[in-house]
């Protein structure tokens, strides 16, 4: 609202836009999943993800973008996010099938802590230019696609925790 100098009536129209990417996204999601496995979805969709977001950045680097410009990128991002995000929570919660409950208290604790984290970042350093937002856009997108890459093969391990195991966490 204050870099592009938009009121609150159009931000609202922008937030709806902005839904219809990340939900119709995950909505095909649900069609694509019936031809293509969740490894396969979410690998592609983190490399169009990265690859938006490189380009999302040299752009507002270069001053290339304005308020429809930017709108744009960050619909194509969103768009990818509604995909890989149900996939990776799919992948995440695989090997916990005994311990789903729990699996998915923490892995919603983990995303929530992360936002959190994300959101303080872009609202310390986005003042008056949307490069800081697609920074930390671009960085945590690289890094996911990177913990996918490495994390491949733990994928198919199986977790199991029996009731009688003792989880700590914290002291």
Known sequence: ????????????????F?????????????????????????????????LISIVFLVLSLNDLLGLYGTIGMLFLFLGCLGISNPNTAG????????????????MG???LGLGALASFAVGIFVKDSVVPMVVIMTATTILA??????????????VEISSEDDIIIGH
Do not use: C, R
Request: no cysteine; charged share 10%.
């Open 1 to 16: 609202m204050d870099i592009y100098h938009v009121d609150a009536k159009t931000y609202g129209w922008i937030f709806a």
């Open 18 to 50: 902005m839904s219809v990417s990340f939900i119709g996204s995950s909505q095909l999601n649900s069609v694509l999943l019936k031809k293509f496995s969740s490894e396969q979805m979410i690998f592609s969709a983190l490399i169009a993800q990265s």
């Open 91 to 106: 992948l995440t919660m695989a090997p916990f099938a005994k311990n789903a409950g729990s699996a998915s208290a923490l």
């Open 109 to 111: 604790a983990i995303q």
């Open 145 to 158: 696609f990177i913990i996918l890459n490495i994390g491949k093969g733990f994928i198919k391990q199986k």
